[in-house]
Nanobody, 125 residues
Framework: QVQLVESGGGLVQAGGSLRLSCVFS????????MAWFRQAPGKAREFVAAITWNGGVTYYADSVKGRFTISNDNAKNTVYLQMNGLAPEDTAVYSCATTNRYYSTFSHSSQFAYWGQGTQVTVSS
């Protein structure tokens, strides 16, 4: 059984910042990587960032490089997404996900088996 609980979404003006958190628990599941995805209205779900749980290797979509930072706290079973320089095009439901499988890189939702409920991020102009 895997459970992921997200928090930190909200309404922010363009140029502002938000920090998302995802706390997870797992039974008979060895997490290899955690990731953040987002889905805007009428759009397909897209990859945002990922991090390997033990190694701390990070991956970012080109659209968020230099603005977003993913990190983890193993002791707290928590992954974070620090979002700076937010723009209206960042408006979406942000979800965290986990996988127990190895990949040489992370960039697609099909790589992840378990998902949180999502948290809404709205950026006003």
């Amino acid at each position: 059984q895997v459970q992921l609980v997200e928090s930190g979404g909200g309404l922010v003006q363009a140029g502002g910042s938000l920090r998302l958190s995802c706390v997870f628990s797992a039974r008979a599941f060895a997490t290899y990587a955690m990731a953040w995805f987002r889905q805007a209205p009428g759009k397909a779900r897209e990859f945002v960032a990922a991090i390997t749980w033990n190694g701390g290797v990070t991956y970012y979509a080109d659209s968020v490089k230099g603005r977003f930072t993913i990190s983890n706290d193993n002791a707290k079973n928590t992954v974070y997404l620090q979002m700076n320089g937010l723009a209206p095009e960042d408006t979406a439901v942000y979800s965290c996900a986990t996988t127990n499988r190895y990949y040489s890189t992370f960039s697609h939702s099909s790589q992840f088996a378990y998902w949180g409920q999502g948290t809404q991020v709205t950026v006003s102009s």
